[in-house]
């Protein structure tokens, strides 16, 4: 009677920390990686976004998530709290983004002003725990830059602290800056001699400013220097990137949307909402059989462009475009062709001729595949206004 009573005892015991063990197996985290991915390809690919914590942070720019590059998600834990970075690279620099959130879904920090391919990872840097982010791309077509960015812990919030360039690549001579020490209070840097470009300094040093939150250099060395080469290059230059420190919202300012104004060259003028940025002299290559140049209308937040070019008129479309253009409109001397609406995987296309008394243009409109249902009017309205002054 005693062994079965014993027996007993250890058996409901056994059960009992069986059942603890099973309840606290079933327990998990609300929030983990998974779903925050989960969350940000829903944001992304869906038009119901009702109720989803994540889809503040495409407040002004985003595209489906099959057309990013990479969507990565990292954590750390600090002071038993635990944080997620989140970064998405995409073709289109407006569609970039790094962000930091807690367990919460709190947005900590947001950050929209990377380029290129971005690489991100959580740092200690003696008692600081930051993010540190690389980036690598080509700016101005001919220029190929790398640059490098801190994030410290702020109060709530994560801030940058620090951001410069290490590496300038010309047509002249190739430029690097090595960081030779990282502590809470100094970063130091060194300038390789070049065989080109005069130096005047080859060492910074970075002191970081309490009441400012961010390391401070008197000379900036490694930026001037690339500014400089820059202003001086004997080169048509046509900014396609982000190349200095400020957001693509601050490059571009832009403004309502829905206030037009009148795009008004020497040979044409058409209606064009206020945040699409101009930008004269690009060598139009894409879908294009010449080297030639014109003048861009570019709208990053969609992801979309429009290049406008003066032919001969000796030449016709099809000499530029392996397109026909089958459909024509004629009043009078003016006359329009264009091609049918063609979509790809990832985007859409279309080219139109205008031709009027002596003057011949085409029009070459692309953009993402994924904004063209909701923004088809936009197009067509800004399409439809364009009109030779003959």
């Known amino acids: 009677m005693k062994k079965f009573i014993t027996f007993s005892i250890i058996s409901v015991v056994l059960i009992f920390f069986s059942c603890q063990f099973n309840k606290e197996e079933k327990t998990s985290a609300l929030i983990d990686g998974k ?3 989960s969350m940000i390809t829903i944001a992304l690919d869906s038009t119901d ?3 989803n914590p994540i889809v503040g942070l495409f407040e002004k720019a985003k595209d ?3 057309t ?3 969507i990565e998600i990292d954590s750390f834990v600090l002071n038993n709290r635990k944080f997620y970075s989140v970064l998405l690279e995409h073709p289109v620099p407006a569609y970039n983004l790094f962000a930091v959130i807690d367990d919460s879904l709190n947005l900590l920090l947001k950050d929209v002003s990377l380029n290129g391919y971005i690489s991100a990872r959580w740092k200690k840097i003696n008692n600081t725990f930051a993010i540190e982010i690389k980036e690598e791309f080509k700016s101005y077509e001919i220029f190929n830059l790398h640059r490098y960015s801190l994030y410290y812990p702020s109060d709530n919030n994560f801030r940058l602290v620090f951001r410069t360039f290490t590496f300038f690549g010309s047509p ?4 690097f800056q090595n960081i030779m020490e990282l502590s809470d209070s100094l970063i130091s840097t060194r300038i390789p001699k070049p065989k080109f470009i ?3 300094d080859t060492t910074d040093v970075f002191i970081f400013n309490k009441n400012q939150f961010k390391y401070v250099s008197s000379k900036n ?3 001037s220097i690339i500014l400089g080469e820059i202003n001086n290059t004997k080169t048509e230059l046509s900014p396609n990137h982000i190349l200095n420190k400020k957001s693509i919202n601050d490059i571009l300012d832009y403004a309502d949307a829905n206030q037009t104004y009148v795009a008004d060259e020497k040979d044409f003028k058409f209606q064009i909402p206020r945040d699409w940025s101009k930008i004269y002299n690009v060598l139009l290559s894409r879908d294009i059989n010449r080297n030639v140049k014109g003048i861009y209308f570019v709208n990053q937040k969609l992801g979309s462009t429009i290049g406008i070019i003066k032919i001969p008129l000796t030449d016709s479309a099809e000499n530029y475009v392996n397109e026909k253009l089958t459909l024509v409109k004629e009043i009078g001397n003016y006359k329009v062709r264009q091609t049918e609406l063609k979509q790809d995987l990832k985007r859409f296309y279309q080219t139109i001729e205008h031709n009027c008394g002596n003057k011949k243009y085409l029009l070459l409109i692309e953009g993402s595949k994924s904004i063209l249902k909701e923004n088809q009017k936009l197009f067509d309205d800004i399409v439809s206004s364009f009109i030779l002054n003959c």
């Open 35 to 37: 779903k925050i991915l």
């Open 172 to 175: 002249k001579d190739s430029l």
């Open 68 to 70: 990013y590059n990479k």
């Open 198 to 200: 005069a130096l005047s």
């Open 64 to 66: 489906k998530s099959f």
């Open 49 to 51: 976004v009702s109720g």
């Open 221 to 223: 060395v490694f930026d």
